[in-house]
């Protein structure tokens, strides 16, 4: 069974700060990798997809890489904002049995203050 | 506007009773799931649609029965077998081809009262 682990759960950090959110799964079956950002009592918004054969993507402040070999993803947020204060979280995209499974990590709470 | 559109956004149940929690989504996609969100949890899988006509259990289907006849929805219904309701309901889509992109609705809170 693929299992997600987000570290650290939660992050407090100060306006300016580059930071980094971890990711883990068990199973490197995947196809894909997703980050998503939820504010409170909200849906979830896509951030960035990385397919399984990509290294990493880019989108303005926000880098994320796959290591699909050591099951392993790291989203990089440069020069934080109060903005990006909300959860993230990650999500693996299944193959093999469990072919088109979405599975998620518990979230890691990032705090920026100003 | 393409999107997914939950509906209600809250809801309130009564004990013993079945409710319904919609899901609707004009992006053409393939793919539907439904999740729950606990305070301070990550999302679980309740049940998820690769196609029309078909569905699989997801980590924990106890307790609610979905459909799929048409495309563009996926109805769930929380059944009284449910013990523990109160959630955060998400429901989301994707083109179902493997390594695309998933996206969610706002999201419905149902209360048992």
């Known amino acids: 069974k693929q299992e997600v682990t987000q570290i650290p759960a939660a992050l407090s950090v100060p306006e300016g700060e580059n930071l980094v959110l971890n990711c883990s799964f068990t199973?490197?079956?995947?196809?894909?990798l997703q980050w998503f950002r939820q504010d409170p009592g909200k849906g979830l918004t896509s951030l960035l997809l990385i397919q399984s054969s990509q290294r990493e993507q880019t989108s303005g402040r926000l880098n994320a890489s796959l290591d699909k070999s050591s099951g392993r993803s790291t989203l990089y947020i440069a020069a934080s904002q109060p903005g990006d204060s909300a959860t993230y979280l990650c999500?693996?995209?299944?193959?093999?049995?469990?072919?088109?499974?979405?599975?998620f990590g518990q979230g890691t709470i990032l705090t920026v203050h100003p | 506007d393409g999107g997914i559109t939950q509906s209600p956004k809250y809801l309130f149940r009564k004990e013993g009773q079945n409710v319904t929690l919609s899901c609707e989504q004009n992006?053409?996609?393939?793919?539907m799931y439904w999740y729950r969100q606990d305070p301070g949890q990550g999302l679980r899988l309740i049940y998820y649609?690769?196609?029309?006509?078909?569905?699989q259990k997801g980590d924990i289907a106890e307790g609610y029965s979905v459909s799929r006849e048409k495309k563009e929805s996926f109805p769930l219904t929380v059944t009284s077998a449910q013990k523990n309701p109160t959630a955060f309901y998400l429901c989301a889509s994707s083109k179902g081809i493997k390594g695309t992109e998933a996206f969610f609705g706002q999201g419905t809170r149902l209360t048992v009262v």
């Open positions: 649609s690769q196609i029309v006509n078909d569905f």
């Open positions: 992006l053409n996609h393939d793919a």
């Open positions: 199973d490197s079956a995947i196809y894909n």
């Open positions: 999500a693996v995209y299944a193959g093999g049995t469990s072919y088109g499974k979405l599975t």
